[in-house]
């Protein structure tokens, strides 16, 4: 496939997608049961010993729950929200998510977002786990803002400098 999207389209439920590095300008949406699976999949991005990144340049959305994401950089997101992981626009419950071992890089906004409305009551079972996020754009903007999850795991995520300015100055 030449692009993360079309091979995501052609994926069956619960399907394991191995992506290779390079650079994939694009906005990706997780619409079904996936393990989205880059080179850097159990490598820490902290520590330097990563191996040529699968980039992703327009985030990831997620529309379905039973979704892995690791070993992937995330960066430069374009459009009105900026953000390297979130939700499509009204989408309630996701469980089973797996977000790790991947390295968020000027995401804009936020790295990972997922604040639900109540009225759906709680997803379950996320792991946030060993991530490296750096250059959130922006005072007020968090690296990992997240809600209404039981059952949610956050660990080993390192957060470099994350406050610049919308000129890219720290």
């Known amino acids: 496939y030449s692009n993360i ?16 590095q390079g650079v994939y300008n694009e906005t990706v949406n997780v619409n079904k049961p996936l ?17 040529s990144e699968a980039v992703i340049t327009g985030g990831v959305v997620l529309s379905a729950g039973n979704v892995t994401i690791e070993g992937f950089k995330i960066t430069n997101p374009g459009g009105s929200e900026r ?19 991947n390295s968020f890089v000027d995401t804009g906004d936020s790295a990972i977002v997922f604040k639900p409305d109540t009225i759906f009551g709680k997803s379950t079972n996320w792991d946030i786990s060993n991530n490296y996020i750096t250059g959130i754009m922006n005072t007020g903007n968090e690296s990992i803002d997240v809600s209404n999850i039981n059952g949610l795991t956050l660990k080993d995520n390192y957060l470099g400098s994350n406050i610049k300015t919308s000129d890219g100055k720290g």
């Open 35 to 51: 393990k989205l699976i880059g080179p850097n999949s159990g490598i820490h991005p902290k520590n330097g010993l990563r191996k």
């Open 83 to 101: 953000f390297g992981i979130a939700p499509s626009a009204g989408m309630g419950l996701l469980n089973n998510i797996n977000i790790r071992w």
């Open 5 to 20: 999207q079309e091979a995501v389209n052609n994926a069956a439920n619960s399907d394991t997608m191995i992506v290779g």
